[in-house]
């Protein structure tokens, strides 16, 4: 459909990882008395900017290969 | 819930490109074709995710995790047994018809294998079903909302009444779904399905992480919580001796095989995600992809759930929310799953023997409350509206297909242009969201309406595998054969249900409805496999009396509709990874491992 998917997912992770891990930058200790004193927003937010990042290099990529995928020059004819 | 400034940024940035994909996508739906299955131009790997997180709706996530805390790891066998070998065997086996035989419903195919009765019967019971499905999505998503309080403080600041939480959230939930569905058809249903599958891990991940980490590991956690709660297989051998109250054979034949392949392989919310694909062997790998991260679930779903009752209930933090939040006084629940509240007593529901009522629904919520930390509870919550929306999304589309190709085109509107179609499908979403929205409110005010029409769902979908495998893997099968092996295997199902009932039941909705009652399951999972077993049974059997008492359809006109009379897939330009064959021995023996690991 022309539209690469890894690019609106790996761009939301993306701004998704940098606010929270940003949150976890600058937020107090006490916030994490839940998550067992982990610094989850931090340590997340990383995850999930690596997530993003890779997703958008995918896409990327992706869509400088154009659409080789060997089996789409295979699709169905069959009629029934 | 006390959401701060940055949950909220992050729930609005979700919608913000959960509606961003909707408008890319709407210069590209010109034709009928594109908005009802996506042009056909899907990969493999998107229609995977999607064809799973179709399936993501309110009763996988907030329902496992109930059924995981309820049940323990025998809950996986909903996965394991329950959905993977069902989705290797469409995608080996079945897919080839669907997709090959250019249907463009699961309605459609029954046309054109069967007749015109047999596609009504689907069509009109399938419709109806999505559109009660979406609204139960809906009211349990606008509960869940004013159970966590989410929605309190904003309105509050409003001075907006509390009252109007509930309408909003259903109103702001349906816009939400009408607009990228009305802008980008299936593609954008099924792009914001994937959006959503890796935001559910990605919010559910750190829940297991942090759980395990807080009861000391998986071994510690085996120890925190009885026995028959950690394996999924030891204890089958008897209903006494498992907490789901079924035995082996009931749990394979009624769960594994009838209810499991009566979903996985005939529902047409799910086969449509793979109709999308963009070619036959992509198709056919759609479901396959899908079954590895299905398999993987258990443990971002069910684990959760098993957490849950594993925490110490003297933890201050456990009673973080109960049903209407009253004051509690002594603690009944058990870890963080507080009891049922009685509305008119305000007191904990009791059962019979004077235990409290457990509810299990809030497992995953109470978890997020409890162990997410603002910032990532927005991110929780997020992932939580997440699931509630694709499946509500995923009944949407497939709602305004089977309406607008298998009723409209069909008994209303023949032949008009593709462009009218079009505009139907875009008509038909609103009118179903409209219709899911009036089901919604139905499920506020009349929850016994709501109990029986699952039921007579139950009794309507148990017989259908029976005549998809007879009408694809035996020519003979005739349409008056499979319309009557139908309506007789969901008359066996209402006729088993009315005279059985669960133990310590009372005859009415659970059963024994008939007025005898001829025998008692030990559980309602028990009667309900059963019932599902009688109804695949009778349906199989009338089928093939039926079709072989009337006049076989000639075989030229089942060329590519019957396995023995077309033309086996060419897979052999595919890399080994990407055959279907290979692919589903390698989800097989996966699952087999699992099974093994967690017997």
């Known amino acids: 459909m022309g539209l690469d998917i890894r690019l609106p997912i790996g761009a939301l992770f993306t701004i998704l990882g940098v606010l929270l891990a940003g949150y976890g930058l600058g937020s107090n200790a006490t916030v994490y008395q839940r998550s067992l004193g982990i610094n989850v927003n931090l340590v997340w937010g990383m995850v999930l900017l690596v997530f993003g990042m890779v997703m958008i290099l995918l896409g990327r990529r992706g869509a400088s290969h154009g659409s080789k995928l060997e089996d789409r020059n295979h699709p169905a004819k069959t009629q029934p | ?599």
């Open chain 2, 1 to 599: 819930m006390n959401l701060t400034i940055i949950d909220w940024i992050i729930m609005l940035l979700y919608f913000a490109f959960v509606l961003g994909i909707g408008f890319v996508l709407k210069s590209r739906v010109k034709t009928s074709t594109d908005f009802f299955l996506a042009g056909r131009a899907i990969p493999a790997w998107i229609c995977g995710l999607a064809f799973l997180s179709a399936n993501l709706g309110a009763q996988e996530v907030i329902g496992m995790a109930a059924s995981g805390a309820k049940y323990g790891i025998a809950t996986s066998h909903f996965y394991w047994i329950g959905a993977i070998p069902a989705m290797v065997f469409v995608g080996i086996f079945m897919m080839p018809f669907y997709y090959g035989s250019r249907a463009r419903s699961v309605p459609e195919y029954l046309r054109l294998r069967f007749d015109e009765k047999t596609r009504g019967l689907n069509a009109i019971s399938f419709a109806t079903m999505t559109v009660f499905s979406s609204g139960i999505s809906m009211y349990a998503m606008a509960r869940l909302i004013q159970t966590l309080h989410i929605l309190d403080a904003p309105f509050q600041r409003l001075s907006v009444s509390p009252q109007w939480i509930f309408h909003v959230s259903i109103a702001f939930s349906a816009l939400i779904v009408l607009a990228y569905i009305l802008l980008g058809g299936l593609s954008s249903a099924i792009y914001n399905e994937v959006l959503q599958f890796f935001l559910i891990v990605a919010g559910f991940s750190p829940l297991v992480w942090l759980g395990l980490k807080s009861v000391g590991g998986w071994h510690e956690l085996t120890k925190r919580v009885p026995a028959a709660y950690t394996h999924s297989w030891v204890g089958m051998g008897s209903p006494q001796t498992n907490p789901m109250g079924v035995e082996w054979f009931g749990l394979v034949m009624g769960l594994g095989f009838v209810l499991s392949f009566g979903y996985w392989c005939t529902d047409f919310l799910v086969i449509q995600r793979a109709m999308a694909a963009d070619s036959m062997s992509a198709a056919r790998r759609t479901p396959l992809i899908a079954a590895v991260p299905k398999m993987l679930f258990p443990f971002l779903v069910i684990l959760p759930g098993l957490i849950a009752i594993a925490v110490p209930a003297e933890t201050p933090a456990a009673v973080v929310v109960s049903s209407s939040n009253p004051p509690q006084h002594r603690y009944l629940g058990r870890g963080l799953i507080p009891p049922k509240i009685d509305d008119s007593t305000g007191r904990p529901k009791l059962d019979e023997n004077g235990y409290p009522v457990l509810d299990y629904d809030l497992a995953i919520p109470n978890m997020l409350l409890h162990y997410f930390p603002t910032g990532l509870l927005g991110l929780g919550v997020t992932a939580l509206l997440a699931s509630f929306m694709s499946g509500m999304a995923g009944n949407v589309t497939a709602f305004n297909t089977v309406w607008t190709y298998d009723i409209y085109q069909s008994y209303i509107r023949p032949n008009a242009s593709d462009q009218h179609y079009l505009a139907m499908g875009r008509f038909a979403t609103v009118f179903g969201i409209a219709l899911s929205i009036a089901a919604a409110y139905a499920a506020t005010r009349f929850n016994n309406i709501m109990d029986m029409l699952q039921l007579v769902f139950a009794f309507v979908n148990a017989p259908l595998f029976a005549t998809f495998l007879l009408g694809m893997f035996w020519k003979r099968a005739t349409g008056h054969g499979a319309f009557f092996g139908l309506i007789s295997g969901t008359a066996a199902a209402a006729l088993h249900h009315g005279l059985t009932l669960p133990s310590g039941a009372v005859p009415g909705i659970k059963g024994a409805w008939l007025g005898s009652l001829l025998h008692v399951y030990p559980s309602e999972m028990a009667q309900n496999f059963w019932t599902a077993i009688w109804a695949w049974t009778t349906c199989f059997v009338m089928t093939i009396v039926i079709s072989l008492a009337t006049r076989p359809r000639p075989e030229k006109e089942l060329t590519g509709l019957v396995y023995s009379l077309t033309e086996r897939p060419r897979e052999e330009h595919l890399a080994w990874y990407k055959r279907p064959l290979a692919l589903g021995a390698g989800v097989i023996a996966l699952t087999l491992v699992l099974n093994l690991i967690f017997r």
